[in-house]
Antibody, heavy 117, light 110 residues
Framework: QVQLVQSGAEMKKPGASVKVSCKAS????????IHWVRQAPGQGLEWMGR????????NYAQRFQGRVTMTGDTSITTAYMELNTLKSDDTAVYYC??????????WGQGTLVTVSS | QSALTQPASVSGSPGQSITISCTGT?????????VSWYQQHPGKAPEVMIY???NRPSGVSNRFSGSKSGITASLTISGLQAEDEADYYC??????????FGGGTKLTVL
């Protein structure tokens, strides 16, 4: 069965970086894009970007360009999202989701990242 | 990329039908048949209910249906049930190869 299991909650100070992992299992990791979506407390879903695990190709939302890096390690079927220069409004739950037919068909459980001094 | 436009809230009584609209532009909703809809219960991850404008994943009730006309997509839920009470988000592929979500709609079952 398809599963995406994310790393645990993180607490960071402003200006720091965070790296969230998304371990995929139950399918061919290189066969599907992985997207990252975040949700600030009480707010809606926001698309951050996606990675093609087959070749590492990425496409980021303009507002995160220069601050986000998405990578994948095919040897351990894990995708990563690193966000730099954290601000308080980066406090959110971060989700990874598998892209099938241009939709997120399976989602990770979410990782809460709290940015506070 | 601006968010797609959804009503903030809709409501309906059990057994009734409701429709949630999702308005985009000619660069996203109007350009591609890649509109999807997600249901999210509090504290849970989103779950896809519709993909490719009108396709239902296996296991999703046929009470959920999707359509599109021009730059506006719609999600209809018929035979409302208490368990349908949740937040709903539309999503579209864009001409830049990115995704964009709607602001979300809170569905209340009266």
């Amino acid at each position: 069965q398809v599963q995406l299991v994310q790393s645990g909650a993180e607490m960071k100070k402003p200006g720091a970086s965070v790296k969230v992992s998304c371990k995929a299992s139950g399918y061919t990791f290189t066969g599907y894009y992985i997207h990252w979506v975040r949700q600030a407390p009480g707010q809606g879903l926001e698309w951050m970007g996606r990675i093609d695990p087959k070749n590492g190709g990425t496409n980021y939302a303009q507002r995160f360009q220069g601050r986000v890096t998405m990578t994948g390690d095919t040897s351990i079927t894990t995708a990563y999202m690193e966000l730099n220069t954290l601000k308080s409004d980066d406090t959110a739950v971060y989700y990874c989701t598998r892209d099938r037919a241009v939709a997120g068909d399976f989602w990770g459980q979410g990782t809460l990242v709290t940015v506070s001094s | 990329q601006s968010a797609l436009t959804q009503p903030a809230s809709v409501s309906g009584s059990p057994g009734q039908s409701i429709t949630i609209s999702c308005t985009g532009t000619s660069s996203d909703v109007g350009a591609y048949n890649y509109v999807s809809w997600y249901q999210q219960h509090p504290g849970k991850a989103p779950e896809v209910m519709i993909y490719g404008v009108s396709n239902r994943p296996s296991g999703v009730s046929n009470r959920f249906s999707g359509s599109k006309s021009g730059i506006t997509a719609s999600l209809t839920i018929s035979g409302l049930q208490a368990e349908d009470e949740a937040d709903y988000y539309c999503n579209s592929y864009t001409s830049k190869g990115t995704w964009v979500f709607g602001g979300g709609t809170k569905l209340t079952v009266l």
